[in-house]
């Protein structure tokens, strides 16, 4: 049972990540691929570079990005070609803009608001215990008037 078990989870992590064996002869070229392969989006799958996606589009793109490195491009050539055919979305890091702009702001004006309403809640917490300990002392010297009073009249 237990090489089987090991056997499955060997063949899925063999199959997780893509495979790609492209090999440039220059290393500087082999490094701008692998970066720009880490760079791109795959624009079939969920939130992967087309470096680890299996789609046959992502396929198309490391394809189509070797080529490119083959005939002399730079990565900005590349990346500006990619991003003129399929819009900003295929870099996996978009440039700040106008048009995304929200990606950049809405983490920070989400921990902002967090943060506030952390605040909020610990100082509305504390006016209620505050009030709360009041009222508990009132009711103390309330129960001393009370019990000082009972005493007289046991007294008297």
């Not at 720009?36 to 969920?46: D, G, H, N, S, W």
């Amino acid at each position: 049972m237990k090489p089987l078990l090991l056997l499955f989870l060997l063949m899925t992590s063999i199959n997780s990540h893509a495979v790609d064996s492209r090999q440039l002869s220059d290393p500087k070229q082999q490094e701008s691929y692998e970066t720009l392969t880490k760079e791109l989006r795959c624009l079939v799958c969920q939130n992967q570079t087309i470096a680890d996606s299996n789609a046959e589009l992502a396929g198309d793109l490391r394809r189509q990005v070797y080529e490119m490195l083959q005939q002399g491009k730079s990565e900005q050539e590349i990346i500006r070609f990619m991003t003129d055919r399929y819009g900003d979305f295929v870099l996996y890091k978009p440039p700040f803009a106008g048009k995304t702009s929200l990606l950049w702001i809405a983490p920070v004006l989400f921990l902002l608001m967090g943060l506030m309403t952390i605040f909020f809640v610990i100082r509305r917490k504390r006016a209620t215990a505050q009030v709360q300990v009041d009222a508990l002392e009132t009711d103390i010297e309330k129960q001393k008037k009370i019990r000082s009073l009972l005493e007289k009249g046991e007294l008297s």
